[in-house]
């Protein structure tokens, strides 16, 4: 295992009542590498899930590196799947614009250029996806808000579709 990327890590309140312990960053902070407190972390999560929507399908179907998604080709469905995400999003009450998560999307593909997603490294070695918690999550969440996600969709069966097919051979 190697550890390749340095993002921060974020920890916030999901509630009133979680909005007293700011301490915890601290004691965090102490402790693992560089932790800062979010007010905001379900906004924070719903950018983290974008990104990941629109980079690990992507580069587990197509067998790819992360930096192989700033090719011409996949800025529509990139595009797509953050249009569909933003929608959501904005159902569930966060706030965000389609065009933030792009521009974080694509910061993250050129600080991860070289690097193959977990969602790649797992359909190439066979292994279950996290696909249920991540494009998954966004697919349940639209179809309780009455939102089309059909490109969020289409990538999840795709993915499913290869997961069973593993069991089948």
Same mark, same amino acid.
């Given at each position: 295992?190697? %550890? ?16 007293? @312990? ?7 902070? %102490? ?26 399908? #992507?580069?587990?179907?197509?067998? @790819?590196?992360?930096?192989? #998604? ?91 579709? #290869? ?7």
């Amino acid at each position: 295992m190697s %550890h390749t990327g340095f993002g921060q890590t974020q920890v916030g309140p999901f509630n009133a009542l979680g909005a007293r @312990c700011d301490f915890i960053a601290d004691v965090f902070n %102490h402790a693992l590498a560089p932790v800062t407190w979010n007010p905001e972390i379900q906004q924070a999560l719903w950018r983290k899930l974008a990104v990941n929507c629109a980079i690990n399908p #992507l580069t587990a179907i197509h067998q @790819c590196a992360n930096g192989a #998604l700033v090719a011409p080709e996949f800025t529509p469905i990139i595009t797509a799947i953050l249009d569909e995400v933003t929608a959501v999003m904005q159902a569930e009450a966060i706030s965000g614009e389609a065009e933030a998560l792009r521009d974080g999307v694509y910061q993250v593909i050129q600080a991860t250029a070289a690097n193959l997603s977990s969602m790649h490294q797992d359909v190439f070695h066979r292994r279950p996806t996290e696909i249920d918690f991540i494009t998954g999550y966004v697919v349940r969440k639209g179809e309780q808000h009455g939102i089309a996600t059909p490109v969020n969709s289409a990538l999840y069966q795709q993915i499913k579709t #290869l997961e069973q097919s593993w069991s089948k051979a």
